[in-house]
């Protein structure tokens, strides 16, 4: 009689993707944090045709040194790299001076072709203003929050910038494209 190999189930681990591992070592940690931007809409998306391209998943951690710092160990473990203004950011240490920092921290590998991007601030909104009231939603059987959709698009509109006035303008024109 043959024995059962052990290689199907290391493999399960290894398969998932980086970002998924960096997600739920956040929800394992019980670190605050609410995906936001194109990535956090797509999650309010009614069907495939209603879901747009990005470059980066916006990720906006509770703005202290106890949640950098669960978020350095859950990117550290889901085999991450780390850099802040271009910089590796190598150490625990590092990651916590960065607390309060107006430019995200990029989580990347070559494993994945997008990036994350741990955001501390956002223009006028509070991390409580984008966490309270929140859904939750599965992806890969990882439990992942998500700040409300009139939120997302409210931070959108408060951030000003060129980019996200355009989006708008075809995201909007997508909904009433629905409605009719």
Known sequence: MRKKSSAKKSWRRIDRHPAFRFLEGLWRNNVPYVIIGVTGLNYYALSPGRVYGTQDID????????????????????????????????SMKKMVKIAG?????????????????????VTGMSFEDLYRGHSVFRTDGIPVRVAAREKIIGSKI????EKDEAFLKIYRAGIRRKSR
């Open 59 to 90: 990720v906006f951690v509770k703005p202290d040194s106890d949640a950098l710092r669960d978020a350095y160990r859950a990117a550290v473990n889901a085999g991450l790299d780390i850099s802040h203004q271009g910089k590796p950011v190598t």
């Open 101 to 121: 920092s107006t430019t995200p921290v990029v989580l990347s590998s070559s494993l994945i072709y997008l990036t994350i991007d741990l955001i501390q601030s």
């Open 158 to 161: 408060l951030a000003g910038r």
